[in-house]
């Protein structure tokens, strides 16, 4: 079973920062893409960065400059950096893996981690 925990939401005023931890189940964590998406009420889950290999990263343009996704292999681990905060950002953040296996994939989702950014 795969399961996903996030950890690091909270409450920050506009400008701080904050870092997510997504801790992944040992044994797929090293064949599977790793993304940070977010979501408001009302609106449409959207992708906030994605992390392939440590080289091969992409990011909303949203956050560009802004937040980084970095990965632990060794601790099983994808991090979402996230500095110069705004209101904007206020969402509910969730960890998605993209696990690859005998060439096809399948998608988890964690349960998500709070973050609201006050003015």
């Known amino acids: 079973q795969v399961q996903l925990v996030e950890s690091g939401g909270g409450l920050v005023q506009t400008g701080g920062s904050l870092r997510l931890s997504c801790v992944a189940s040992a044994g797929i964590f090293s064949r599977s893409d790793m993304g940070w998406y977010r979501q408001t009420p009302g609106k449409q889950r959207e992708l906030v960065a994605q992390?392939?290999?440590?080289?091969?990263?992409h990011y909303a343009d949203s956050v560009k400059g802004r937040f980084t996704i970095s990965r632990d292999n060794a601790k099983n681990t994808v991090y979402l950096q996230m500095n110069s905060l705004k209101v904007e950002d206020t969402a509910v953040y969730y960890c998605?893996?993209?696990?690859?296996?005998?060439?096809?994939?399948?998608?988890?989702w964690g349960q998500g981690t709070q973050v609201v950014v006050s003015s």
């Open positions: 998605k893996a993209e696990v690859w296996s005998g060439g096809s994939k399948s998608d988890y």
């Open positions: 992390i392939i290999s440590r080289t091969n990263t």
